[in-house]
T-cell receptor, first 112, second 114 residues
Framework: AQTVTQSQPEMSVQEAETVTLSCTYDTSESDYYLFWYKQPPSRQMILVIRQEAYKQQNATENRFSVNFQKAAKSFSLKISDSQLGDAAMYFC?????????FGDGTTLTVKP | ETGVTQTPRHLVMGMTNKKSLKCEQHLGHNAMYWYKQSAKKPLELMFVYSLEERVENNSVPSRFSPECPNSSHLFLHLHTLQPEDSALYLCASNLHNAGASPLHFGNGTRLTVT
């Protein structure tokens, strides 16, 4: 079974600074999808960014970017110019054949 | 507005009660999911419906009974629950078997079993 590991239960960052959240996963597949979701205290989980494993280019969405290392099975999320609204729990997810596996989440605190 | 609406937002029920959670999506998705989110535990997939047919049941106790009458609606019927069933229950939808289709989540129902 696939597993997703987020080794940082909690992270904090100063407003306007950059922070990187780590995620590793275990799979024997070559074609799959990876996602980062954000769950703020209001608890609605929303998509932050996604990456197709067959694409070598790292995905970016405004201030959010990923460092996808397929061989290392690593999928970290970089948040640049952190804002107070970025404070949330972040989940890394692996998806293959319609089935998603989530990591335990990283709680990000943004300090003003 | 996420397009996935869950009701109620909060629910307190006794162990002998029967209640239902409702989820509705108007995103044109063909797959719907129930997840359980407990404190200090990873997101647990409970049920998956694709084209109104249950395609996955992750060893969920029978006191949880899902129902998917059409592709836009999903219910979770609850009866004789235990205190350890207290959690946040999240509904999600997407296009099943479209790998790049992300999950769209509702706001969840915070369930407390007394």
């Amino acid at each position: 079974a696939q597993t997703v590991t987020q080794s940082q239960p909690e992270m904090s960052v100063q407003e306007a600074e950059t922070v990187t959240l780590s995620c590793t996963y275990d799979t024997s597949e070559s074609d799959y999808y990876l996602f980062w979701y954000k769950q703020p205290p209001s608890r609605q989980m929303i998509l932050v960014i996604r990456q197709e494993a067959y694409k070598q280019q790292n995905a970016t969405e405004n201030r959010f970017s990923v460092n996808f290392q397929k061989a290392a099975k690593s999928f970290s999320l970089k948040i640049s110019d952190s804002q107070l609204g970025d404070a949330a729990m972040y989940f890394c997810a692996y998806r293959k054949a319609g089935k998603s596996t989530f990591g335990d989440g990283t709680t990000l605190t943004v300090k003003p | 507005e996420t397009g996935v609406t869950q009701t109620p937002r909060h629910l307190v029920m006794g162990m002998t009660n029967k209640k239902s959670l409702k989820c509705e999506q108007h995103l044109g998705h063909n797959a719907m999911y129930w997840y359980k989110q407990s404190a200090k535990k990873p997101l647990e997939l409970m049920f998956v419906y694709s084209l109104e047919e249950r395609v996955e049941n992750n060893s969920v106790p029978s006191r949880f009974s899902p129902e998917c009458p059409n592709s836009s609606h999903l219910f979770l019927h609850l009866h004789t629950l235990q205190p350890e069933d207290s959690a946040l229950y999240l509904c999600a939808s997407n296009l099943h078997n479209a790998g790049a289709s992300p999950l769209h989540f509702g706001n969840g129902t915070r369930l407390t079993v007394t």
